[in-house]
């Protein structure tokens, strides 16, 4: 026996063969969760501000002259390492020879006077023990002998201080003169001491003195005078850097705050330093902070190693972050809040597996942390699910 169909009941038989076989071919897709747990625990949170600047030596002392001179030889350039005690500048000075010898006139002379005075006392001393001179005779050689040893102390330092400016001059030699030894110190007048040699004062590297209306090159043959400043020399054994802060940060800016010093010239080398003083005037240049009063502070790494010493170079930038406050802070993941209900929760988990919701309070957040100020103590377990 046949059986027609007609073409909508097949149609209809197509339709409920094809719906089958799609349900048979559909996957069911299933989303796979884990169970994520944390010990909740105190972190260090630190709150910063950031600052640029330029390094500079940790100190800058002046090299000046001493009085009118020429140049005639130079031992150093400028960005040059020198030594402590190393002759920077020798200069020929004909003032120098006078005021030599008018110092060493004057050191013999008051040392001769010194010397009678002492002898004087002496005697007048021994006659007042045994009531032999009045006091005030006593008082007055007394006196006499105090007055010359200040005027002999005064002259011995004036001498050894310009002795200390003069090349090939014997400082033991010169002390031990007295005016009887008359050939021998006029010997040593009659000797050239126009040569005057400035010496660097502490360890550092040789930098340009400021500029003003009467500075010029400083070179061999050059005229100098008095007081000039010829150069800076500056003490690398740490660094400073000046920092500009806007007046609506000025007020959490305090001395002795703690920052580190990092720079792109040396990745690798975090430089511990303190903010060590801050101007109390602002600065209102234009273009400084789009014309709004700024503050300078500065800020000094006290020390350096040999390494980041020979690393690091005057005149480099350098970011500086100071260390406004560190808290402790009890700061979870983000994921482990519920944030879908009007309370804030979280999942805390008991010893015996018990897992109880608790309401939390929250502060400041990060990328993935937020903090809890309220509702969680360190110790707890807490626990979340992740897809």
Known sequence: MRYLLSKSSLLALVIICCSGALTGCKETKKVVTH??????????????????????????????????????KLNFNFGNIVKKGDVLIELDSPQQQKEYDEALTAYLKSKD???VALAKFSGTESLWKEKLVAENVFKSDKSTLFTNKIAFFQAKTKLLTLAKRLKGISTKEMLNLSLSDFEHV????????????????????????????????????????????????????????TIKIPEIN?????????????????????????????????????????????????????????????????????????????????????????LHSADVTVMLEEQNGKQ????????????????????????????????
Request: net charge neutral.
């Open 113 to 115: 006077d010194l010397d």
């Open 250 to 338: 000025i007020d959490k800016i305090k001395t002795g705050m703690l920052a580190e010093v990092t720079g792109i010239a040396f990745p690798n080398i975090i430089l511990k330093s303190v903010v060590q003083s801050i101007n109390a005037q602002a600065n209102t240049s234009p273009g400084d902070s789009g014309g709004l009063p700024i503050f300078t502070a500065k800020v000094v790494v006290p020390s350096l190693t040999k390494v980041q010493e020979a690393l690091i170079k005057v005149g480099m930038s350098a970011s500086v972050n100071v260390i406004l406050k560190e808290r402790s802070m009890i700061m979870i993941p983000i994921k482990a809040v519920n």
């Open 35 to 72: 169970k994520e747990s944390l010990i909740v625990s105190q972190t260090n949170n630190t709150e910063r501000l950031f600052f640029s600047g330029e390094i500079k030596p940790l100190k800058e002392t002046a090299i000046s002259i001493v009085m009118d001179a020429k140049v005639i």
């Open 186 to 241: 006029k010997e040593i007048l009659n000797q050239n001491k126009n040569r005057i040699v400035i010496r660097a004062p502490h360890d550092g590297i040789m930098l340009l003195p400021p500029k003003n209306e009467d500075s010029h090159e400083l070179r061999v043959g050059s005229l100098v005078k008095a007081s000039d400043v010829v150069a800076l020399i500056g003490d690398i054994s740490g660094l400073a850097i």
């Open 356 to 387: 109880t919701k608790v309401n939390v309070e929250t502060g400041i957040s990060t990328n993935d942390k937020v903090q809890i100020i309220k509702g969680l103590k360190v110790g707890d377990r807490i626990v979340w699910t992740e897809e």
